[in-house]
């Protein structure tokens, strides 16, 4: 009697490992021995295992999906990168608000993969992330989305301007009541820069900020309940920046250029 799919899939890692292998190309045995870092003996009976259920086929010693197995592993790996990124820090993203994040985008929430919850110092809590910063002096760009400004922040866009780095930043609309009220000598010697580009977004936002620059993705997210936490996510990889990028401009549809004030 063959198994159900799902324990086919699911109940060995070697089996799993071994589609998630095949899914871009073939790829001959010792590839895969080589991959798995077993040998031979302890593989063959998953690989017919596979090939029972019309998952892989093979021709001599290389290996593929077939129809079937293709169709089920590109949708397997999106789930199982899902599953990666919240299995690391499943308490903080359980008990964080990530319903700002459009449906479309959400789904795509594997490329997040390799995402880190750090937990600022005490004295690095009001000022910009040191991560961020250093990938930020090495890109041609930095973009964000927020609420609130760091302690620091007329030191990082004087810095920014320095080094030639466009910014986009969008503020929400209690911020840019608060910079006009309580900063507004400060605040309006940046607006109007050549490379400097503020709007204010009409929606609500239910985060603390969100920033990215070419090479990582920076969020300070609000909890679920009425509480300070002051963890941070940052994640360094080229499809959590394409994420970010589509993020922005979910925002930025809503948003209105800050030309003069």
Same mark, same amino acid.
């Given at each position: 009697?063959?198994?159900?799919?799902?324990?086919? /899939?699911?109940? +060995?890692?070697?089996?799993?490992?071994?589609? $998630? =292998?095949? @899914?871009?190309?073939?790829?001959?045995?010792? #590839? /895969?021995?080589? +991959?798995?870092?077993?040998?031979?003996?302890? $593989? =063959?009976? @998953?690989?017919?295992?596979?090939?029972?259920? #019309? /998952?892989?086929?093979?021709?001599?010693?290389?290996?593929?999906?077939?129809?079937?197995?293709?169709?089920?592993?590109?949708?397997?790996?999106?789930?199982?990168?899902?599953?990666?990124?919240?299995?690391?820090?499943?308490?903080?993203?359980?008990?964080?608000?990530?319903?700002?994040?459009?449906?479309?985008?959400?789904?795509?929430?594997?490329?997040?993969?390799?995402?880190?919850?750090?937990?600022?110092?005490?004295?690095?809590?009001?000022?910009?992330?040191?991560?961020?910063?250093?990938?930020?002096?090495?890109?041609?760009?930095?973009?964000?989305?927020?609420?609130?400004?760091?302690?620091?922040?007329?030191?990082?866009?004087?810095?920014?301007?320095?080094?030639?780095?466009?910014?986009?930043?969008?503020?929400?609309?209690?911020?840019?009541?608060?910079?006009?009220?309580?900063?507004?000598?400060?605040?309006?010697?940046?607006?109007?820069?050549?490379?400097?580009?503020?709007?204010?977004?009409?929606?609500?936002?239910?985060?603390?900020?969100?920033?990215?620059?070419?090479?990582?993705?920076?969020?300070?997210?609000?909890?679920?309940?009425?509480?300070?936490?002051?963890?941070?996510?940052?994640?360094?990889?080229?499809?959590?920046?394409?994420?970010?990028?589509?993020?922005?401009?979910?925002?930025?549809?809503?948003?209105?250029?800050?030309?003069?004030?």
């Amino acid at each position: 009697m063959k198994k159900p799919l799902l324990d086919v /899939l699911f109940m +060995s890692e070697k089996r799993k490992e071994v589609l $998630l =292998l095949l @899914q871009n190309e073939a790829q001959g045995m010792e #590839y /895969l021995l080589r +991959s798995l870092d077993t040998t031979r003996q302890a $593989l =063959l009976p @998953q690989i017919r295992i596979l090939e029972e259920h #019309y /998952l892989i086929s093979h021709d001599k010693d290389t290996y593929e999906l077939t129809t079937i197995g293709k169709l089920i592993v590109d949708e397997m790996a999106p789930l199982l990168n899902t599953i990666k990124v919240f299995d690391s820090n499943v308490d903080y993203w359980g008990t964080h608000n990530i319903d700002f994040i459009p449906p479309a985008l959400l789904k795509r929430i594997n490329e997040l993969e390799g995402c880190m919850v750090m937990t600022p110092s005490l004295t690095e809590m009001h000022y910009l992330n040191k991560e961020l910063h250093k990938y930020t002096l090495k890109s041609k760009s930095l973009y964000g989305v927020i609420r609130i400004l760091s302690s620091d922040y007329q030191e990082i866009l004087n810095q920014l301007l320095e080094n030639d780095i466009d910014v986009y930043v969008i503020i929400s609309k209690d911020l840019f009541h608060k910079l006009l009220t309580d900063d507004y000598a400060t605040f309006s010697r940046f607006v109007g820069k050549e490379l400097l580009h503020f709007f204010v977004c009409s929606q609500e936002m239910h985060f603390v900020e969100f920033i990215y620059n070419d090479y990582c993705v920076f969020m300070r997210l609000l909890p679920n309940k009425d509480s300070f936490d002051p963890k941070v996510v940052l994640v360094s990889n080229p499809t959590a920046v394409k994420w970010a990028q589509d993020i922005f401009q979910y925002y930025l549809k809503d948003s209105t250029p800050i030309t003069e004030i």
